[in-house]
């Protein structure tokens, strides 16, 4: 369950980085 949660979190934090650049 906890990984479940960080996975999603985790894929929207990288997908903002490639948007700044």
């Given at each position: 369950?906890?990984?479940?949660?960080?996975?999603?979190?985790?894929p929207?934090?990288?997908?903002?980085?490639?948007?700044?650049?």
């Open positions: 369950k906890e990984t479940g949660e960080v996975v999603l979190v985790r929207l934090e990288v997908n903002e980085v490639p948007s700044y650049a």
